[in-house]
């Protein structure tokens, strides 16, 4: 039986030394060209080939020793637009970018795996695919590399994500509807100018654009059932030019998330009719542009087991297992998750301040239980070791 905590243990300081590499040097979405450089330098070390997707990104591929299923491990590598205010000693270098969704980890972690799994694929029947997937945060890179042929072949693909503020070791998953789908939407709203004192001679697009916002309410309390949660957010609105002039036309931008998958499909149609048919009311006009950004990420069930199975090897002890609640966050892991047998789970890494926070620090103690719980889940998956 493999004893993938040690040999995780085994190549921690290597984990260690690339995620510092990488924290130092964070990329914009879709700019990870450094990034994806060094990964490309260590898979060449560790003679694994990989095939680059463009414009960054790449996925490497470790051919087991017998045939069999294929499970791909995926790691997304771009940072966010962030100051860091962190002071360690190999904070970011690239001024107004940090590693703060922790994605240097995941990067390095699934590098670690790479290691340990190269090492024993003389034993493993079937094939490991390394996804090394850009523009996370954009929500647009998973998209952009499965049209670049990133699922063919894969019969289940597994991700992880550090979790800060969580147990070091701590695994968590979820069963079902993971992660909520997220939209953005804008809505221009047209009347016609005229002066303060004389309203009348006006359409207001400022009233029409207040009531599109009051009524958008009722697709969470109206339009959908109660049993499944929809938010709707309207995050900006501007109208107007000057205080004696009657707006004549407003303009607001906002985000949609749900966890059904039919819902979700439907909010486009739902939101464009309330919008419209309100500000005719107000004898103005609305245009309405509506973007499905990222899916539901679904867990698929038996998968799911097999990610729980893998984590009672791997975890320092059964209670740091635990089932999460779906969150109202997103992640573009959902887009494999409408396309194939998928899973996903979260390791904790301990610290006081939450991801994306320009202060948050991930305990590197927690990359062990990263890199052991990939190669578990891969290895299980393809010898069939799910108990």
């Keep these: 039986m493999m004893d993938f905590r040690e040999l995780a243990k085994q190549v921690n300081d290597e984990v260690i030394a690339f995620r510092h590499d990488l924290h130092?040097?964070?990329?914009?979405?879709m700019q990870e060209f450094r990034t994806t450089d060094r990964i490309a330098e260590e898979l060449d070390k560790l003679g694994?080939?990989?095939?680059?997707?463009?414009?960054t990104g790449l996925i490497g591929t470790i051919e087991g020793g017998k045939p069999g299923k294929t499970i791909a491990l995926r790691a997304d590598i771009d940072a966010l637009s962030i100051t860091e205010k962190t002071d360690l000693p190999f904070q970011s270098q690239n001024e107004g970018f940090?590693?703060?969704?922790?994605?240097?980890t995941h990067a390095a972690m699934l590098l670690g795996a790479a290691k340990v799994l190269n090492s024993i694929k003389d034993e493993l029947p079937g094939t490991v695919r390394l996804l090394f997937q850009p523009a996370e945060e954009l929500a647009c890179g998973a998209k952009t590399v499965i049209k670049q042929g990133a699922l063919d072949g894969i019969d289940f693909i597994f991700g992880i994500h550090i979790a800060g503020q969580a147990p070091v070791g701590c695994i968590a998953y979820c069963p079902g509807a993971s992660a909520s789908a997220a939209d953005m939407f804008k809505i221009t709203v047209k009347g016609k100018a005229g002066h303060g004192a004389m309203p009348d001679t006006a359409v207001d697009a400022t009233i029409a654009a207040a009531a599109i916002v009051m009524n958008l309410q009722t697709m969470v309390s109206r339009e959908f059932p109660p049993t499944q949660p929809v938010v709707i957010t309207v995050?900006?609105?501007?109208?107007?030019?000057?205080?004696?002039?009657?707006?004549?036309?407003?303009?607001?931008?906002?985000?949609?998330r749900?966890?059904?998958?039919?819902v979700h499909h439907k909010m486009p149609e739902v939101m464009t009719r309330i919008a419209k048919e309100t500000a005719a009311a107000f004898r103005c006009e609305?245009?309405?542009?509506?973007?499905?950004?990222t899916e539901v990420l679904m867990n698929d069930a038996d998968m799911l087991e097999i990610v729980k199975g893998a984590a009672r090897k791997v975890a320092d002890n059964e209670k740091l297992i635990v089932e999460m609640k779906p969150m109202m966050g997103a992640e573009d892991f959902s887009e494999y998750t409408a396309l194939t047998k998928a899973a996903f789970a979260t390791v904790g890494a301990g610290g006081q301040f939450p991801n994306h926070s320009d202060h948050v620090v991930f305990d590197e103690d927690s990359f062990r239980t990263g890199v052991a719980l990939h190669c578990?889940?891969?290895?299980?998956?393809?010898?069939?070791?799910?108990?």
């Design 24 to 29: 130092m040097h964070p990329e914009a979405s």
């Design 48 to 55: 694994i080939p990989y095939r680059r997707f463009e414009p």
């Design 98 to 104: 940090m590693h703060a969704c922790g994605h240097d």
């Design 235 to 256: 995050g900006k609105l501007v109208s107007g030019s000057r205080f004696n002039i009657v707006s004549g036309e407003a303009v607001m931008e906002g985000t949609g």
């Design 258 to 262: 749900s966890y059904d998958v039919d």
């Design 286 to 293: 609305a245009e309405v542009e509506y973007n499905m950004v």
């Design 376 to 387: 578990q889940v891969a290895y299980d998956y393809l010898t069939g070791a799910n108990a």
